[in-house]
């Protein structure tokens, strides 16, 4: 009789093994096998990250293996359990694999497919047919969308972490509880001894040290001794935690009546200011996003404020980016001046204050929520309910948004929700974070995700001009490298541009993001299909640079560039002046965060700037979704240019005070994790 070697792999994640009986089934072309249940006697089976080997003998030849069935039945208590792969030796010598990477639970059961990456129109046989089409009619129940707030991007159906489908949870919701980990972070910061006085204000800025100086590095103790320079406060719009703000002036707006009298001390050119802008050396962040935004009212006893400044910024003869310009609001007028470099000392700094928490908010909300986990959650869902196991484009893209709906929901549940988290600390809770992201959904168009367009579009693509611009430059190779390695895996599996187009399930995946992520608006640019192996190639790069680059360079330098208070303050609590002459440094300390809300925006830029636990950097694929040799080629040459650019990046880095290194890929997780 026919005798079948299976090897089963469980997972090494905690809990990952089972003690529950399981059993399998071989469904082949010339037949099907009766259920064998995988035991070995006094033997403990499916431990975690156990490999076990098992002989099946069935009764007649079952031809060419289809599928395996894994049923998983409660031996005392229901006991989930990891399935990594399977593989099976045929009575002929052939090895096939079964990739899974999933969960089964309860008496649950799974039905793989071999490993092959494979089109629709790949399967001619019913039974595979039947099997792609219930595997997605099941992912469709289990994977609903729901509007969380009018106006957002569609999200998960889900109220909390554990009503996700298993296989998308954290394997330790521990490690993502963002109260559990604000308090870590309070305790490894010693900051706790200050939460008792929490709406006293500070003494001076030398007051901020203390809670500052348990854990710093090379960035953040250079932002504590420099950010009252003009040179650093310009340096961050280029290489801080929010590059995305500054463009090149092509015009000086009307609501911004800046003449060549206010600036002239600043300008080395010996030019005008209209001459200046011609030669694009004038450059500009507008905050209007943020007029008329409602400050937070959470907490009666403290009233909190919020601006919505511009700032014009020049390059200097050394070119550098330095300030020379701050109006801090949208409406000209004798109570909104003009900050100068000229006007008294405090005076200025307190404007540059004012912009610098502004970035802030913006940051937070829009560069980095929306902007990257919103979206890269829509790219998640839609790739869950129209993309089958074995289609080539989910074994590209699951690894890149792994843990990303999970850490979502997490934050609906903890920290942007109404009393959550972020209301304890932020202006912009309460409501105005919700305000925020409902206008920028207007700007979030397919465009504004491609890299090197986004970059052009704000006049920043020269580095001859610019030439220290390093989230740019990173930025840009890191593009290039996913585009040349999405474009291989395109070419592997679809020969033609027609076959692109007649892909339902691709087509499908495009349009429910198009449909549900960005609610159908056509101004938004999204494609409602792809029509070429090019086009497949850039959305696949965008969905891929999303999750991984453009998080990494917003999210992970948040401590280095916000926990020195002054430099990011998370609220202002006194409006913005609207008179030159009178700012004090007494004013300035009351205007800055008191020491609770200083101590919880610490915790938070520490808590989410921490890379997980066994994290998984671009390249890595430690699941193997795909077996094919070609695939797996790409894969290796791709790993080989993300190496090279971690040595362009890490030679420039030896000789710079103030190293860039967010968008190395030895530092550039998968997908949005935290």
């Not at 960035?219 to 703000?245: A, K, T």
């Not at 999204?526 to 640079?545: A, C, D, G, N």
């Not at 101590?599 to 699941?623: D, I, K, R, T």
Request: hydrophobic share 40%; glycine share 6%; with cysteine.
């Amino acid at each position: 009789m026919p005798s079948y070697t299976v090897t089963v792999a469980t997972g090494s994640q905690w809990f990952a093994g089972t003690d529950d009986y399981i059993y399998l089934s071989l469904l082949g072309s010339a037949g099907c096998s009766e259920k064998h249940l995988l035991d070995k006697p006094f033997y403990n089976d499916f431990e975690r990250g156990a490999v076990d080997s098992y002989d099946v003998t069935v009764d007649e030849e079952l031809g060419e293996i289809q599928l395996v069935k894994i049923e998983k039945r409660k031996y005392w208590l229901h006991d989930d359990w990891y399935l990594k792969y399977i593989t099976l030796k045929t009575p002929q010598g052939d090895y096939i694999e079964f990739p899974c990477y999933r969960w089964i639970t309860g008496d649950g059961e799974v039905v793989l497919r071999d490993g092959r990456a494979k089109l629709a129109r790949d399967d001619q046989i019913h039974i595979l047919k039947q099997h792609r089409r219930k595997e997605l009619e099941t992912r469709q129940k289990q994977y609903r969308w729901m509007e969380w707030s009018p106006g957002f991007p569609l999200s998960i159906d889900a109220k909390c972490h554990k009503d996700l489908p298993r296989d998308i949870q954290f394997d330790s919701e521990k490690g993502v509880d963002f109260v559990l980990n604000y308090s870590k972070a309070m305790e490894n910061l010693f900051i706790n001894r200050f939460m008792h006085m929490f709406q006293s204000s500070w003494n001076d800025f030398a007051d901020f040290e203390k809670i500052f100086v348990k854990i710093s590095n090379t960035i953040s103790e250079r932002v504590m001794n420099h950010w009252q320079e003009d040179l650093m406060f310009g340096y961050q719009f280029l290489n801080g935690c929010n590059p995305v703000l500054i463009r090149r002036c092509t015009e000086l707006p009307e609501k911004f009546p800046v003449t060549t009298e206010m600036v002239e001390c600043s300008l080395e050119r010996q030019l005008s200011l209209e001459q200046e802008v011609q030669q694009g050396n004038i450059f500009i962040v507008d905050f209007e996003l943020l007029d008329g935004i409602d400050a937070n009212k959470t907490d009666p006893c403290t009233l909190q404020f919020l601006a919505a400044p511009i700032c014009l910024l020049y390059k200097n003869l050394a070119n550098k980016i330095v300030p020379i310009a701050i109006q801090l609001s949208q409406i000209p007028g004798d109570e909104n001046p003009i900050f100068l470099p000229s006007d008294a000392k405090y005076d200025w700094l307190l404007a540059k204050i004012w912009v610098r928490s502004s970035d802030f908010h913006v940051h937070q909300t829009i560069t980095h929520l929306l902007r990257t986990h919103l979206v890269s959650e829509v790219f998640g869902i839609a790739m869950y309910r129209q993309l089958p196991a074995v289609h080539p484009i989910f074994k590209l893209l699951v690894a890149h948004v792994r843990y990303t709906i999970a850490i979502n929901t997490k934050a609906r549940e903890q920290l942007i929700c109404e009393c959550g988290l972020f209301d304890k600390a932020n202006a912009t809770g309460g409501g105005g974070h919700v305000q925020m992201v409902q206008r920028a959904m207007k700007d979030l168009t397919y465009a504004s995700l491609c890299f090197p367009e986004a970059i052009k579009a704000r006049g920043m693509e020269s580095k001859e001009d610019i030439p220290y611009y390093f989230y740019r430059d990173d930025g840009l190779l890191v593009w290039e490298a996913i585009r040349m390695f999405t474009a291989e895996v395109v070419g592997i599996y679809y020969e033609s541009d027609q076959v692109v187009q007649e892909d339902p399930e691709l087509q499908d995946f495009v349009n429910d993001v198009y449909v549900y992520g960005m609610r159908g608006r056509k101004s938004s640019g999204f494609p409602k299909s792809v029509k070429s192996r090019e086009q497949l190639s850039e959305y696949l790069t965008v969905v891929i640079f999303t999750a991984s680059a453009q998080h990494a360079a917003v999210n992970f330098g948040q401590y280095d560039w916000c926990s020195w208070i002054p430099n990011a303050p998370p609220t202002m609590r006194a409006p913005p002046p609207t008179a030159k002459g009178v700012v004090t440094i007494e004013q300035i300390v009351d205007t800055l965060p008191d020491r609770g809300r200083s101590c919880w925006h610490l915790g938070a830029v520490w808590a989410l700037s921490q890379f997980q636990e066994n994290e998984l950097f671009l390249g890595m694929y430690p699941e193997e979704h795909f077996i094919e040799k070609p695939v797996k080629a790409a894969m290796a040459r791709f790993r080989k240019n993300l190496e090279a650019i971690v040595s362009v990046i890490a030679e420039r880095n030896k000789k710079k005070q103030l190293p860039y290194y967010y968008l190395s890929p030895d530092r550039i997780p998968n997908s949005v994790a935290i």
